[in-house]
């Protein structure tokens, strides 16, 4: 097991060194050895898993083997978060205020929208109740529409379409209407029309790689526009980068309207919609920064967490950010003119159990009162951000596959999965709330997903763009048509079986492989293996 440790800890610094502009002959003959040592992982973990771990395909027949622990306690969706003080008191609402599109949707995904994950006490995973155990109507109905959902996914279709045009890595992505907006390391913000594939418009003014983009909502567009003498219905993208700046973007014209200098290199930023807005921010150096929408001034700037602050995002008066070390912070937005966030909670990387130091790059989706964080490794963590409770929900099947990105849409949660000992790449879809493994999606020579966005059409189909080498669009086709699907369906029975559980000590192995073994075994090679980690970072090769 040392051995298939260490193995994966060379590969991932790979893949980090393979994404840097310019490397050192050192690093060069690193990677020549790419192949060498896949092989030599592949054949380990052949040893390890046996014959009877063959992943299962779609129509195989397998028996659903899918067993979650689920809290009897409904679940606060983000569409109708209750304010900061229901919030704080826990308090939820019980009836769904969201658009009966949705509603169904997430009778689809799971039935009663019962919470998954650990207890609130923070021992054992709460039981499924007697009831469900004993087949009640509402709980064979619950079972029947997951099967049903479950088999829509696997007749699922896509085409993919290739968007050419940035000539670096692409570290970001959103989408606002039949718009696809992607930052690159190359410095640049594109524009893409997504119907026709073409760059509609290319926004340059950074002098240091973009780092993250937002998409403020469109009543807070129209209060800029109105504010610029333009039109009502323009669009504003914010973009964050290594040089220090946020720049506000009018998509209709292609210009930046403003410009916010922010003193530290801008590595995450969301838009929070609360009172007049505010622009958050997170630094290089764990700084969180809230800018006014109104003015643009600084009203605050905490030293919140101790390494890069690589994830940032709002769910109703809430914001969440993630840090490279690992720690996720919770805040309360009271809207004040100055010091606007509250600090409510802090879960640091022993919460979380995803210590990797500066190299780390975790990346959070919340949830009612979960918190989906994607780390770089084999499972996805979903915190319970009220009491730190930790659960683990596989997203690979073998410790060779990691995590860079999480995302929800339209009941759905989707984990971006990439195999270290192969280089395979696909995403996988877990129904919501109760977390059900739906289905893995995959297409020849997939390159490693680093940014995801998600939106639906008017009639329902899934619209996706994903970022990293690449940047692809991803339209849903109908399950009847005779277009040929770009994609391949492929269900894994061997995650079907994993349970959703609290975080206990088995993941201890899995938790220090990458950064708590030596380059080589030997006392010796410690600062070597340091130095690669620190070079072949993937926030540090953005920011270069």
Not at 176 to 193: C, Y
Request: aromatic content about 6%; glycine content about 10%; some cysteine.
């Amino acid at each position: 097991m040392g051995e298939v440790r260490k193995l994966q800890k060379k590969l991932r610094q790979i893949e980090n060194l393979e994404i840097k502009i310019s490397l050192t002959p050192e690093e060069k003959f690193k990677i020549s050895r790419k192949a060498e040592l896949r092989s030599r992982l592949a054949e380990l973990q052949l040893q390890l898993s046996g014959p009877q771990q063959t992943p299962g395909i779609v129509g195989d027949g397998n028996k659903e083997k899918m067993k979650r622990r689920v809290d009897d306690a409904p679940e606060t969706l983000p569409s109708q978060t209750p304010p900061a003080s229901k919030i704080l008191k826990g308090e939820t609402e019980s009836n769904a205020t969201g658009a009966p599109a949705l509603a169904a949707r997430q009778r689809a995904a799971g039935g009663n929208a019962a919470e998954t994950g650990g207890p609130q006490d923070g021992t054992e995973p709460s039981k499924v109740s007697p009831q469900s155990r004993d087949g009640s109507p509402e709980q064979l109905q619950q079972q029947e529409e997951f099967s049903s959902l479950k088999a829509s996914w696997e007749k699922a279709r896509f085409r993919l379409r290739l968007l050419e045009g940035h000539n670096d890595i692409v570290t970001s992505v959103v989408a606002v209407d039949n718009l696809v907006v992607s930052g690159s390391r190359d410095t640049t913000v594109k524009v893409w029309h997504v119907p026709t594939a073409t760059e509609q418009k290319n926004l340059g003014g950074h002098t240091g790689g973009v780092t993250c983009l937002s998409a403020p909502p469109p009543e807070y567009c129209r209060r800029l526009a109105w504010s610029l003498s333009l039109s009502e219905k323009e669009r504003f993208i914010l973009s964050g980068s290594a040089d220090c700046y946020v720049k506000i973007w009018a998509l209709s014209i292609g210009q930046c309207v403003k410009s916010i200098y922010t003193f530290n290199a801008v590595t995450a930023l969301c838009f929070a919609p609360e009172g007049d807005g505010y622009i958050i921010t997170g630094s290089d150096g764990g700084k969180v920064q809230a800018w006014s929408w109104h003015t643009f001034q600084n009203c605050q700037s905490v030293n919140a967490h101790q390494e890069a602050v690589t994830s940032i995002q709002s769910q109703g008066p809430l914001v969440f950010s993630g840090s490279a070390e690992g720690g996720v912070s919770v805040w309360e937005n009271r809207c004040s003119e100055r010091d606007p966030l509250k600090l409510l909670h802090h879960w640091s990387s022993q919460v979380t159990g995803l210590s990797g130091g500066p190299d780390g790059r975790l990346k959070l989706s919340p949830r009612g009162d979960r918190v989906f964080l994607a780390y770089g490794r084999a499972c996805l963590k979903i915190l319970h951000w009220r009491t730190g409770v930790i659960s683990r929900l596989t997203n690979h099947s073998s410790i060779t596959g990691v995590t860079d990105c999480v995302h929800q849409t339209g009941g759905l949660l989707i984990g971006s999965c990439y195999d270290l000992a192969n280089g395979d790449s696909s995403l996988n879809l877990f129904s919501l709330p109760q977390c059900r493994y739906l289905a893995s999606l995959t297409w020849p020579d997939a390159p490693r997903i680093l940014c995801f966005a998600a939106w639906t059409t008017g009639s329902g189909d899934h619209r996706w763009v994903i970022g990293g080498r690449d940047l692809i669009v991803w339209e849903q086709l109908p399950s009847s048509g005779k277009q040929r699907s770009d994609v391949t369906v492929k269900r894994d029975s061997r995650m079907d079986s994993t349970l959703l559980e609290s975080e206990g000590d088995t993941e201890e192995d899995e938790e220090s492989d990458d950064y708590g073994d030596n380059e080589d075994g030997g006392g010796g090679a410690r600062p070597e293996a340091a130095e690669d980690g620190a070079s072949g970072s993937w926030l540090r090769c953005v920011l270069q």
